[in-house]
């Protein structure tokens, strides 16, 4: 073992996918993150890889009624429902000022039906600050849009395909895992263009409150994330990796560098960040640092050799 | 003391917090000293911590607090025992060390003309009530509470309140303390008979909506101190939205006071368990 590991000085932690170039594999997960000025208090966003936004609708969206959050074993259920001011509102007030923060943004996109998703993302082309889209096909706490496009391959493709014809920009499209097979619908999302994908959004799950027989969620339903799912993540982002060709983006209870490096393994050319956020505000920071720790550790001299490196 | 003007600008901070003091006040109540200095130098009152009460995946989301009092480089919450989080954070002993987000969220605003405040405080209500009122009477400001509780063991903070108040009036459920009953009926006796000029409020949701009911036909200005369920407690995640006039505000960064006014009392929150 110990000829494979080199005294390493510098790592470079520079990953390239979808024609995107990022300094580092970290990014944020969109919903944990707003648009990046809550946590500009506690780091430095420029040491991010990139910043996933909240997601962004045509229109005010006001979400779902509280309780909106539960905390569960090793996770937490959201069903926040995509509250988000709409585009106009997103452009003026955040992206704005996140355009400013030497930082690649990423815009997290949503809608209630193809013709949708492709109106956000024609009003955002006229705005300079946006390194690629992320389509939403997979939120699971609204009724209309979000997870109904992600299930099933034929409306996760006319999605992809609507927002690819208003784009050249970088399209990834995040995908649910309450699917039975995820790599069919990363297959059909990848022939309607998609040039990168990322997966998983929340699985679906629920909480209950024995002593007073009422779910802990108004809606009942919502989304799981947190380490709990980490297990599951990993193995679609494997499965997905060995099915398309496009490049594949992790997400799914990182906490820690070690899980970062774990996604990178399993196939994943970067890692988004999400519940963990919530955990500790300096999270993306402390699983960059244990990333680069372990591969100055490990005498990886580049973070991107680590893609897909898994030993079977 | 106009605690908005006090929060423009300010910047949460991250804290390593060590536990002085953790005992029991009342049943199922602890009251909680921590070494804070930087959050207690920092901290309104009105204001919350965001605590992360264990390390790991356990207990993977943060609690938030209201801070009770802040001297010197201490801090103290009052908490209920209520869900698996607080059962965890009763076991808490002196030396324990866990980490905090604070001063988080918009404190009470008590205008700076204000003679005359009325505080309501409903069970753990008191909480964020605590400081307010020392900070009240130390500027001259008459403090007037009224408190409730089921019994008169758990009227918490009722000797910090007899201690800086100019009166204080009391009804439990049993009738163990003061009159058999709701808060309520103190709050509106005190507000038609020795009227405040502005009315701070936390409780059951139930009870504040009552109360700003009673002030608004009063014509009294009324705040209040609304809890949600929160995630991140720093704006982000919008878990813990208060519907108010002006559409869905968070209770971490746009409260947790807010104008009685402005709040849309329909579907009151049955109080979190966390």
Redesign the interface.
Known sequence: MEQRRPRVTSVDLSVEFAGVRLRNPVMTAS????SGR??A??IDLSRLGAVVT?GVSLEPW??N???????T????L?S?GL?NPGVEAFCARDLRWLSERDVPVVVNVSGHSPEEYARVVERLESEAGVAAYEVNISCPNVDEGGMAFGTSCAPAAAVTAAVRAVTKRPLIVKLSPNVTDITEIARAVEDAGADAVSLVNTLLGMAI?A??RRPRLARVVGGLS???IKPVALRMVWQVARAVAVPVIGVGGI?TGEDAVEFLLAGASAVQVG?A??????STMRVLDGLTEYCVRHGVARVSDLIGALEV | MSCSDLDAGQHPLLERVEVLANERVAEGVGLLVLRSPRIAAAVAPGQFVHLRIAAGADFLLRRPFSVYRAHGDTIELLYQVLGRGTRELADHMRGDVMDAIGPLGRGWDVPEDAAHVLLVAGGLGAAPLGMLAERLAARGVAVSVAQGAPCAERLVARDLFESVARRVEVATDDGSAGEPGFVTVVSHRLLVTDRPDVVCVCGPEVMARAVAAQAAEAGVPCRVSLERLMACGIGACLSCVVTTVDGRKRACVDGPVFDAEEVCWDGAEAPPRH
Do not use: C, H, L, W
């Not at chain 1, 919903?31 to 707003?34: E, L, M, N, R, S």
């Not at chain 1, 074993?73 to 937490?76: H, I, V």
């Not at chain 1, 956020?277 to 300096?282: A, E, G």
């Open positions: 919903g944990t993150f707003a809550e946590y208090d506690f909240k006001t979400g009624e509280s309780p909106r959050v539960a905390e074993a090793s996770g937490m959201n926040i509250q409150d002593e007073t947190g380490p709990a906490m519940t956020n919530f955990v500790d505000p300096t």
